[in-house]
């Protein structure tokens, strides 16, 4: 089950399994203004990806019954 899930967000392709939810990737964005708060030192962030998760309305309404 989370093989091919994890095939399928590796392929670039989204994964929705029926009144569960759905998996898609998104692209966050690279960041060059952080800075580490103890030595105050500018810190570069590359673009990543990240997995998010949007429950299905079924699912919701089971959880807040």
């Known amino acids: ?13 989204e994964c929705e399994i029926r009144n569960f939810g759905s ?14 708060p103890s030595t ?6 590359p673009e990543r990806v990240k997995v ?3 429950a299905a309305k079924k699912l919701n309404k089971l959880i807040n019954e």
């Open 1 to 13: 089950f989370s093989e091919s899930i994890k095939e399928s967000l590796k392929k670039g392709q």
């Open 23 to 36: 998996f898609r990737l998104s692209k966050l964005k690279a960041n060059a203004n952080l800075r580490n």
């Open 40 to 45: 105050k030192e500018l810190i570069y962030r």
């Open 52 to 54: 998010r998760f949007k």
